[in-house]
């Protein structure tokens, strides 16, 4: 399985390499320690002059828990995603596992995080966007970033069923954003 996975990420970054020389928009996102920014090609990557690294907190995005966040990519408005820090209350133990009696399951936190947050999906689609009409590979009309948080509390989130956040909050964070 790590074989799978490492050739998963070579061939990922290989298509990085591509389509960053082919002149093309490209961003990877990871978990802050993730593996993936030890491999060879990551770290070339990084270190060409036209791509940036951008560390943030996902409850920033209106995530349920502190999750460090990695993305690079070969454009300057992914740092229009920078936000490193985090002052909200978070459960103390928001990562450990517990037992749903209502479903009969184990809920594991990391499973959940791994998906998008409805926010942070649209962020990276209009960085995205701002960078493709910036470089005039299309024109259209740019909705506004949508709104971070980064106080309040997020204690008692992580039993939120994950949809809450994700999906189901997909329709709402069109509308806030004035997308149709």
């Avoid at 209106?62 to 820090?85: D, M, V, Y």
Wanted: with cysteine; charged share 30%; net charge positive.
């Amino acid at each position: 399985e790590v074989e799978r996975g490492n050739a998963c990420a070579d061939w990922s970054l290989d298509y990085a390499e591509k389509a960053d020389n082919a002149g093309n928009l490209f961003m990877i996102r990871n978990p802050r320690r993730s593996y993936l920014r030890r491999f060879q090609k990551s770290v070339e990557l990084v270190q060409r002059p036209n791509w940036k690294e951008i560390e943030y907190k996902a409850c920033n995005h209106f995530g349920a828990r502190c999750k460090s966040q990695w993305t690079a990519g070969n454009f300057e408005e992914l740092e229009n995603i920078h936000e490193p820090e985090c002052v909200h209350l978070h459960d103390r133990d928001e990562w450990k596992p517990w037992f749903d009696v209502r479903t009969g399951k184990w809920i594991y936190p990391a499973e959940e995080e791994a998906e998008y947050i409805a926010t942070l999906a649209f962020t990276y689609a209009i960085v995205l966007t701002m960078a493709a009409v910036r470089l005039g590979k299309c024109k259209l009309r740019v909705p506004r970033m949508p709104k971070i948080d980064r106080s309040g509390s997020r204690c008692g989130w992580g039993k939120y069923d994950p949809q809450v956040l994700r999906v189901w909050a997909m329709p709402l964070q069109a509308k806030v954003l004035g997308l149709e």
